[in-house]
């Protein structure tokens, strides 16, 4: 037996398990690039993407199944929160938001936005899941 066809069935699942989850992680005008996936904690999964946004557009209403914890690098975002007041987050802070907590995101910098972000979300589900504004 050689090791050669097994190696390629490891590296194209791991290559279509990325694709999947950076497919899967986007969302409206958003675009997220997943950079690492863990299976950690148990029953969970930890996402790290670099998330990106050109001036002027937002994400749409969306949700997390886990918890989203960021630091934003480049540009200035507005974020809308369901049922909270606005928020402002400039390059430079960091946010939290919990699980469920319904936002959309929209860069007024007047240039790109750009953060990464880590997401802790139940093994399975989906990334992120569009609703509707409140």
């Known amino acids: 037996m050689t090791w050669k066809p097994v190696v390629l069935v490891v590296v194209a699942a791991s290559t279509i398990g990325v694709a999947a989850v950076a497919q899967q992680a986007q969302e409206g005008l958003l675009k997220r690039a997943a950079l690492q996936t863990s299976d950690f904690p148990p029953s969970y999964e930890t996402v790290m993407v670099i998330a990106e ?7 749409g209403w969306h949700t997390h199944p886990g918890l989203e914890s960021t630091y934003f690098l480049e540009g200035e975002v507005l974020i809308h929160f369901a049922g ?3 928020l402002i987050v400039k390059a ?13 995101d929209c860069n007024v910098s007047g240039k790109p936005f750009k953060a990464l972000a880590h997401y802790i979300i ?12 409140p």
């Not at 946004?53 to 994400?59: K, T, V």
């Not at 139940?122 to 504004?133: D, F, I, Q, Y």
């Open 53 to 59: 946004m050109e001036p002027g557009n937002c994400s």
């Open 84 to 86: 909270k007041p606005d």
């Open 92 to 104: 430079g802070q960091p946010l939290r938001i919990p699980p469920g907590l319904a936002h959309n």
């Open 122 to 133: 139940e093994k399975g589900k989906p990334l992120a899941s569009p609703v509707p504004a």
